[in-house]
Every structure is written in structure tokens, then in C-alpha cells.
């Protein structure tokens, strides 16, 4: 699949992953912004210190959204 000196092209994660998480940051366009294995993921509609579960819905190379689950 890869070779020894080749990184996969996503981060840790995957689309459609759940995670329990909080805001640790607020990103250029007001998305809250937390890290899942030390990949940055960005929360739309979250602030600072909001402890929220979250939905994978796209990962890039560098990063990734989510959207809050509501339970």
C-alpha cells in the first residue's frame, strides 16, 4: 500500500468516525477547532470549551471537519 518513506494521504481518522471531544480553539472563519490524535478538526457552530460529540464528514491531508451530533 505505501512504501517505506510514503504517508497515507488522510490523517488518523476517517469519515463517518464519532469522538467525544473539546474545543481547544476558534479557526479564521469562527469554526471551533479540537485535535483527535493531534490532527486538527474543525466544529462549525461550537466555541471554546464546549464539550461536544462529533461526526467526521470530510478529512484532508492536514485536516478534517465534523459536524456535532445532537443527542
Do not use: H, N, Q, W
Not at 27 to 41: A, N, Y
Not at 44 to 58: A, C, N, Q, Y
Amino acid at each position: 500500500m505505501f512504501g517505506a518513506d510514503e504517508t497515507p494521504k488522510t490523517g488518523p481518522i476517517k469519515e463517518g468516525d464519532e469522538y467525544e471531544v473539546k474545543i481547544e480553539d476558534v479557526g479564521k472563519e469562527g469554526d471551533g477547532i479540537t485535535r483527535i490524535e493531534g490532527f486538527v478538526v474543525f466544529v462549525p457552530e461550537t466555541k471554546v470549551g464546549d464539550e461536544v460529540k462529533v461526526r467526521i464528514t470530510s478529512v484532508r491531508r492536514r485536516f478534517a471537519f465534523a459536524e456535532k451530533i445532537l443527542e
